[in-house]
Antibody, heavy 115, light 107 residues
Framework: EVQLVESGGGLVQPGGSLRLSCAASGFTYDIYWMTWVRQAPGKGLEWVANINPDGSEKYYVDSVKGRFTISRDNAKNSLYLQMDSLRAEDTAVYYC????????WGQGTLVTVSS | DIQLTQSPSFLSASVGDRVTITCRASQGISSYLAWLQQKPGKAPKLLIYGASTLHSGVPSRFSGSGSGTEFTLTISSLQPEDFATYYCQQLNSYPQTFGQGTKVEIK
């Protein structure tokens, strides 16, 4: 069974940093693109970033470029999102998903940026 | 960036109704479109990809069509478990983008 479990969310002050993790199991992790998508409270979905199987290609939405970094550790079946210089508008539930076409999703982790 | 506009944004329907949701892209995206369903407090679920291919395990009452700039999601006979918010997503070019969502509620 495909499982994706996010962790690392929480409350952080504006300008702070947070690292999200996504633990994958139940499939051959190192052959799939992986994706981060976020959803602000009461709002729609926003694609954030994705990464190719060997980590050599990464794409970001403009609003996070230069502040967020997507990475992966295929030996640990894990996906990461390093978030720096956080802003109030980054407050959202962050989901990791398998594939560029996100066929499987984690349950999400809430990031709140507030003083 | 490619903009996706869904219509309607809100839809009130009864069990058994045929429901159609439209997604229009600001430029051509071939068939690189997916449809997702989200229920309150839950992660989204993929329904359709490639504009018309049903994801594994998705009931056959869901269908998708279209290419280029206009796409539709159809639910042939609405079931109680289908009341949710539906999103289209384009995967033709970066940044990937979502439509604003269509909330389907019980009439």
């Amino acid at each position: 069974e495909v499982q994706l479990v996010e962790s690392g969310g929480g409350l952080v002050q504006p300008g702070g940093s947070l690292r999200l993790s996504c633990a994958a199991s139940g499939f051959t992790y190192d052959i799939y693109w992986m994706t981060w998508v976020r959803q602000a409270p009461g709002k729609g979905l926003e694609w954030v970033a994705n990464i190719n199987p060997d980590g050599s290609e990464k794409y970001y939405v403009d609003s996070v470029k230069g502040r967020f970094t997507i990475s992966r550790d295929n030996a640990k079946n894990s996906l990461y999102l390093q978030m720096d210089s956080l802003r109030a508008e980054d407050t959202a539930v962050y989901y990791c998903a398998r594939g560029t076409v996100a066929g499987y999703w984690g349950q999400g982790t809430l990031v709140t940026v507030s003083s | 960036d490619i903009q996706l506009t869904q219509s309607p944004s809100f839809l009130s329907a009864s069990v058994g109704d045929r429901v159609t949701i439209t997604c229009r892209a600001s430029q051509g995206i071939s068939s690189y479109l997916a449809w997702l369903q989200q229920k309150p407090g839950k992660a989204p679920k993929l329904l359709i990809y490639g504009a018309s291919t049903l994801h594994s395990g998705v009931p056959s009452r869901f269908s998708g069509s279209g290419s280029g700039t206009e796409f539709t999601l159809t639910i042939s006979s609405l079931q109680p478990e289908d009341f949710a918010t539906y999103y289209c997503q384009q995967l033709n070019s970066y940044p990937q983008t979502f439509g604003q969502g269509t909330k389907v509620e019980i009439k």
